[in-house]
């Protein structure tokens, strides 16, 4: 590399034209983009669809109303915080957490309107298309048994249950394995039909676990001495066998 030595300059150099800088977004010059005819039409059609699903969820809940205070229903995050992240568009499946007596239920709740439906083992179809409802639930009904488990230091059995809201007709050939399926208005019924398998005390604790955030992002462990389960085949109201 050559250096060369300073020279005095002999006259003044002239000044350089001045560079515009690129207008900041905050800036009140700055007009906003507007959405396009494309963007504005899938906005709409993304909050209808939006309201479609919170009036089928809420019509799955109000289903539950006079199941009792044994029962308690929780909203809880059916999506990974990673997949939240790496995910664009919004979610289009709709559900909740049903904890009681007879267990513990992530509901999945499919809108199917007026459109027909059939039921074919693990497949659904609904207006020609095959969406993955059954695979869905049995996932989310999965990440939050491991969840709860983690945060109870006990394994949480969670069971999958896949209820359609809509007027439109259902043909079952087939119900699929290990996934509960039925209408919302049979869904207080479903839920009911195991009998009692865990304590109201032993819900309504679990309840309070599911509603705590840190539950969903690897909380702490919590001691397992106060949660009592009871063995296949006996319910909250058996007595203990008398010792001898």
């Given at each position: 590399?050559?250096?060369?030595?300073?020279?005095?300059?002999?006259?003044?150099?002239?000044?350089?034209?001045?560079?515009?800088?690129?207008?900041?977004?905050?800036?009140?010059?700055?007009?906003?983009?507007?959405?396009?005819?494309?963007?504005?039409?899938?906005?709409?059609?993304?909050?209808?669809?939006?309201?479609?699903?919170?009036?089928?969820?809420?019509?799955?809940?109000?289903?539950?109303?006079?199941?009792?205070?044994?029962?308690?229903?929780?909203?809880?995050?059916?999506?990974?915080?990673?997949?939240?992240?790496?995910?664009?568009?919004?979610?289009?499946r709709a559900g909740f957490l049903a904890i009681g007596p007879?267990?513990?239920?992530?509901?999945?709740?499919?809108?199917?309107?007026?459109?027909?439906?059939?039921?074919?083992?693990?497949?659904?179809?609904?207006?020609?298309?095959?969406?993955?409802?059954?695979?869905?639930?049995?996932?989310?009904?999965?990440?939050?048994?491991?969840?709860?488990?983690?945060?109870?230091?006990?394994?949480?059995?969670?069971?999958?249950?896949?209820?359609?809201?809509g007027s439109g007709v259902i043909s079952v050939y087939g119900?699929?394995?290990?996934?509960?399926?039925?209408?919302?208005?049979?869904?207080?019924?479903?839920?009911?039909?195991?009998?009692?398998?865990?304590?109201?005390?032993?819900?309504?604790?679990?309840?309070?676990?599911?509603?705590?955030?840190?539950?969903?992002?690897?909380?702490?462990?919590?001691?397992?001495?106060?949660?009592?389960?009871?063995?296949?085949?006996?319910?909250?109201?058996?007595?203990?066998?008398?010792?001898?």
């Open positions: 590399m050559t250096v060369f030595p300073a020279r005095r300059a002999v006259t003044p150099p002239r000044a350089l034209p001045p560079v515009a800088s690129p207008p900041r977004a905050d800036s009140p010059a700055l007009e906003p983009l507007r959405p396009g005819p494309l963007q504005w039409a899938r906005r709409r059609r993304a909050e209808r669809d939006a309201r479609r699903l919170e009036a089928a969820g809420a019509r799955a809940v109000g289903q539950l109303d006079h199941l009792g205070p044994a029962w308690h229903v929780i909203e809880w995050p059916r999506t990974d915080v990673a997949e939240a992240l790496l995910e664009s568009g919004q979610d289009d007879s267990g513990l239920f992530a509901v999945t709740i499919a809108d199917h309107g007026r459109a027909r439906v059939l039921v074919a083992g693990d497949v659904v179809q609904i207006n020609g298309k095959r969406p993955p409802y059954v695979a869905e639930a049995r996932r989310d009904a999965k990440r939050a048994s491991k969840a709860l488990s983690e945060a109870v230091g006990l394994p949480i059995p969670v069971t999958p249950v896949l209820t359609f809201v119900l699929p394995k290990d996934c509960l399926m039925a209408t919302h208005r049979e869904l207080d019924r479903l839920l009911i039909a195991g009998g009692s398998r865990i304590s109201p005390a032993t819900a309504e604790k679990l309840s309070r676990v599911a509603q705590a955030p840190s539950t969903w992002l690897n909380g702490a462990y919590r001691p397992a001495a106060d949660y009592r389960w009871y063995d296949e085949g006996r319910t909250a109201a058996d007595k203990p066998a008398a010792r001898r």
